[in-house]
């Protein structure tokens, strides 16, 4: 397995790897909703974002993250941000993740199109699993990785803390490679819909 900080585009978005000319439009987009980050493991607004895109920069440059910044095409705007991160090369393995997007961008086709580019990403660059994390209080999420076709792998207890200081439960769903061609077809459905 080989992943590296590329841009990957659709008819919907692009993600492109952050770079410090990006700082300022993903600034922007997460700059919001500070209900929507309880729930996250680290926060990435207001007064939490410098901290927080200086350790995406640094994952980076050790090769275990790759964070994008989601620009939706049909306004050219940066909605929000997705990652693959927590990367095991000697494993063929990795997390499709810490997504985050303006509200204006929840519930049409960027959520869908950025995982349908994330997962062929890696399964084309040889991944045998891609794994999807949320907290386990967070049905919302739960049933969109439900929605993609993901395997729910159960509840990992008290896995994460999240930057308010509350333990987490963590709810674990993973795509293997031979799931893959269903999960695709399943996206590809859903975004013809958006056409």
């Known amino acids: 397995m080989k992943l590296s900080p590329v841009v990957l585009e659709d008819r919907f978005v692009r993600l492109e790897p952050f770079t410090a000319g990006l700082e300022g439009e993903v600034r922007a ?3 919001c909703d ?3 980050w309880n729930g996250m493991v680290s926060a990435a607004f ?3 974002f410098d901290g927080w895109w200086a350790a995406a920069l640094k994952a980076m440059v050790g090769g275990s993250h790759i964070a994008f910044a989601v620009r939706r095409l049909s ?3 940066v909605v929000g941000t997705t990652s693959l991160y927590e990367i095991k090369l000697e494993h063929r393995r990795c997390e499709v993740g810490s997504t985050f997007y303006r509200p204006d961008a929840r519930g049409g086709p960027v959520n869908p199109a950025c995982k349908r580019l994330l997962l062929d990403y890696t399964f084309s660059n040889g991944a045998v699993r891609v794994e999807i994390i949320t907290d386990a209080q967070n049905a919302a999420s739960a049933a969109a990785i439900h929605k993609l076709g993901a395997r729910d792998e159960g509840v990992l207890r008290k896995h994460k803390i999240t930057w308010t200081g509350r333990v987490r439960d963590t709810a674990q769903f993973a795509v293997l490679d031979e ?5 695709r077809a399943r996206l590809d ?3 013809a819909k958006f056409a």
Not at 179 to 183: A, I, L, S, T, Y
């Open 29 to 31: 987009a997460l700059d």
């Open 34 to 36: 500070p209900e929507a």
């Open 46 to 48: 207001g007064e939490h």
């Open 75 to 77: 306004d050219g705007a």
């Open 179 to 183: 799931d893959w061609p269903e999960v």
């Open 189 to 191: 459905e859903r975004l």
